[in-house]
Nanobody, 124 residues
Framework: QVQLVESGGGLVQSGGSLRLSCAGSGLTFSDYTMGWFRQAPGKEREFVGGVSNRGGTTKYAESVKGRFTISRDNAKNTVFLQMNSLKPEDTAIYYC?????????????????WGQGTQVTVSS
């Protein structure tokens, strides 16, 4: 049974930083591209960024480029989302997702496995 479990969310002031983690189990983690998505109240789920299965390629949404960094440690079955210079508009539930593929996709429907999400709240 595949499980993805996010952690690291919380409340932070504008300009602050948070580091989210997503631990996977029940899958060969290095076979999966991992994506981070977020969903704010009343809005659709959106792509934040992704990292290819071996970690060689990353892709980011324009809204977070230069502020967020995705990395992974396949030996620990974990993917990370380092978020710096946070803004109130980054407030959302953040989800990690996995797709059996070497390529990064921005379409959430292409990801088979999802975590339960972790809340990030940025106060102004």
């Amino acid at each position: 049974q595949v499980q993805l479990v996010e952690s690291g969310g919380g409340l932070v002031q504008s300009g602050g930083s948070l580091r989210l983690s997503c631990a996977g189990s029940g899958l060969t983690f290095s076979d999966y591209t991992m994506g981070w998505f977020r969903q704010a109240p009343g809005k659709e789920r959106e792509f934040v960024g992704g990292v290819s299965n071996r970690g060689g390629t990353t892709k980011y949404a324009e809204s977070v480029k230069g502020r967020f960094t995705i990395s992974r440690d396949n030996a620990k079955n974990t993917v990370f989302l380092q978020m710096n210079s946070l803004k109130p508009e980054d407030t959302a539930i953040y989800y990690c997702a996995g797709r059996y593929s070497p390529a990064i996709f921005t379409n959430s429907q292409l990801y088979a496995y999802w975590g339960q999400g972790t809340q990030v709240t940025v106060s102004s």
